[in-house]
């Protein structure tokens, strides 16, 4: 059987079923066992009992060839003994052993005359075995002592097995020399004498064979009785169990299924009514408590759903409005940066021109130099918003070519050196020799690196150190390393710089994200995780405070479809404004206005 049939057999059938099964497959064993363990020991007894019969014929036929023998007139000294010997055979002795059919042999050990030799290889090995004993007794408190032996298992002076080809039951006892056998026995007028026969010596094997075929047929009959009555009892118990099952246990579960099922359909008066005075009764209460908490809850959250309906719809339309409030912001952000931006390069270029003009003295060339950083500072701020909205607005688009990654490390490296030379930052970089070239954004790729550098010098104090390192992992993506030796950030500020306008508390003096201790619009590492992220990649920080941080990006070396540029502001009012069944007759329908940005 398999474990799926089995399983379908005792798991997934009823519990009627169930309980029948596994009742009788528990209870079948135990009957079996208790009467095939009673059939033994009635077996055992019946072998004990042809075992204290057989050492009664072999005592009686001791006293039969003793009695023939010494009422011969040569050993006539020896009659007296006779009277000793017939006090064995009693009259129930013999009443009893007349209504069996035996039938007995001597079997000597080896002798010149060849009387009573064994003829079978069981009674030479019988023979071999107590002779072997015979050795170690020397006196007649040996012999005795061998009773005690046999008692506590050491020594068996017995034999006796059921012989089923002949339907007979044998029985084999040693008989041992005493120092009153030594007389007769060395006498050449007795038949087998032995003049060397000493005390302890095997004289005989006494082999009694008793007639087993009523005992074995009244064995078999027992056991078949014994069989048909566990059988019955397998069955009656089966029977009761089912009476049990079925109207103590099953039909009250019925009774709360079909009130189950009731209730199910629409029919919420239906109750339990199970009077049974036991558990089940405790039970179908508990189902009416239950089922009585249920309907008040049903009716309280039938109230609340009615307040949530109203509250919900609320939300949707304020969402609805901040969606197109945001929607304005980024309007207005991108509108006024496109138009600021016209203004601060004519101020750049105006204010380069001054500064390379001629007549200017050391003050007016210095404030033409301030104008000039300031106005670099406010166009980089601008285009970080610009960049910020485009993303805002899935705007920003993919534009994938061929490059070599270490050309375009080294170039913003050599960019970047006056601004870490001014610093005395040492900043090195180490690319894998033998990269192949990469086809991705490389406008992005240049931007995410300028940012991230760009953080690196202003971060890192004065006589610190910038690693960069690019590498090809496993998978054959890009790892960009940046590592800075500068101020750190806390574990618990690691995602707070990745938000938009934000830097970590630890360089802002009391934890105002609004008055900052460098520079910076707070958007250059979030712009550069959304940069990762839309060419299929990601930034990962690893950072302690005051030792330093360390920014991966991890990228595909190849991008081998234009990924898909949504918003995520449009993305979250569509979760916001994702209609539900049970309010979609409650909730107006609004259209969703278009991005013009």
């Known amino acids: 059987m398999s474990y799926r049939t089995f ?41 004990e009992q042809n075992q204290y019969v057989g ?34 055979t009693n009259d129930s002795l013999a009443k009893l052993l007349r209504k069996r059919d035996f039938d007995w042999v001597v079997l000597r050990p080896k002798n010149e005359e060849g009387i009573g030799n064994p003829t079978e290889t069981e009674e030479f090995d019988l023979i071999d075995r107590w002779s072997k004993v015979a050795e170690t007794l020397k006196k007649d408190k040996d012999i005795d002592a061998l009773n005690d032996k046999e008692f506590v298992g050491e020594i068996k002076l017995w034999e006796g097995h059921f012989d089923k080809e002949k339907v007979v039951y044998r029985y084999y006892e040693p008989v041992f020399s005493k120092n ?51 059988i019955a009892a397998v069955f009656l118990a089966m029977v009761a169990l089912y009476a049990i099952v079925r109207y103590v246990i099953v039909k009250p579960l019925r009774h709360l299924r079909d009130v189950s099922n009731a209730i199910r359909q629409g029919e919420v008066d239906k109750r339990a009514t199970i009077h049974t005075g036991d558990e089940f009764e405790e039970l179908g209460e508990a189902f009416n408590r239950m089922l009585r908490q249920l309907l008040r809850q049903q009716d309280e959250l039938r109230v609340v759903n009615t307040e949530l309906d109203g509250k919900i719809d609320e939300m949707a339309h304020a969402n609805m409005r901040l969606f197109e409030m945001n929607q304005l912001k980024s309007d207005f952000l991108a509108t006024v940066s496109h138009e600021l931006r016209t203004p601060l390069n004519s101020i750049i270029g105006f204010s380069d021109l001054l500064e390379g003009g001629e007549g200017l003295e050391k003050k007016q060339r210095r404030y033409a130099n301030n ?21 805002e607005n899935g705007k920003l688009e993919v534009h994938p070519s061929t490059f070599g990654i270490g050309t375009i490390v080294a170039t913003q490296c050599d960019m970047a050196q006056p601004l870490s030379q001014k610093k005395n930052i040492d900043l090195e970089y180490d690319v894998s020799p033998g990269l192949p070239p990469m086809r991705l954004d490389q406008g992005k790729i240049v931007q995410i690196l300028n940012n991230l550098l760009s953080n690196a010098i202003k971060f890192t104090p004065d006589g610190g150190r910038i690693n960069i390192t690019v590498r090809r992992d496993e998978q054959g993506d890009l790892r960009l390393t940046v590592a800075d030796t500068g101020v750190g950030i806390s574990e618990s500020e690691q995602q707070l710089v990745f938000e938009k306008f934000r830097q970590g508390t630890t360089v802002m003096p009391g934890g105002n994200a609004m008055t900052r201790e460098y520079s910076g619009t707070g958007l250059g590492l979030s712009i550069v995780r959304e940069l990762c992220r839309l060419m299929g990649g990601d930034i990962t920080l690893q950072s302690e405070l005051g030792r330093g941080s360390e920014f991966t990006v991890h990228l595909p070396w190849t991008l081998s479809e234009l990924p898909k540029v949504e918003s995520p502001l449009a993305k979250e009012l569509l979760q916001m404004t994702k209609p539900r069944p049970e309010l979609s007759a409650a909730l107006p329908t609004v259209e969703t206005p278009q991005n013009n940005s």
């Open 7 to 47: 399983k379908r057999t005792l798991g997934e059938t009823n519990l009627e079923r169930k309980c029948r099964l596994l009742f009788g497959a528990c209870l079948f064993p135990l009957i079996a066992g208790s009467f095939w363990w009673y059939g033994t020991q009635t077996d055992q007894i019946v072998v």
């Open 55 to 88: 050492e009664a014929i072999v005592d009686t036929a001791m006293v039969l060839a003793h009695k023939d023998i010494l009422s011969d007139p040569v050993i006539d000294f020896q009659k007296k003994k006779t009277n000793s010997l017939d006090k064995k």
């Open 180 to 230: 009153g056998c030594l007389v007769c026995h060395r006498n050449p007028a007795i038949p087998v004498s032995r003049a060397d026969l000493e005390t302890g010596d095997l004289l005989a094997i006494v082999k009694v064979e008793i007639d087993a075929k009523d005992t074995l047929d009244k064995q078999d009959d027992i056991r078949s009785m014994l069989w048909v009555a566990a």
């Open 371 to 391: 104008i000039q950083r300031a106005g670099k500072q406010l166009l980089e701020m601008i285009n970080d918003i610009l960049d910020l909205a485009k993303i």
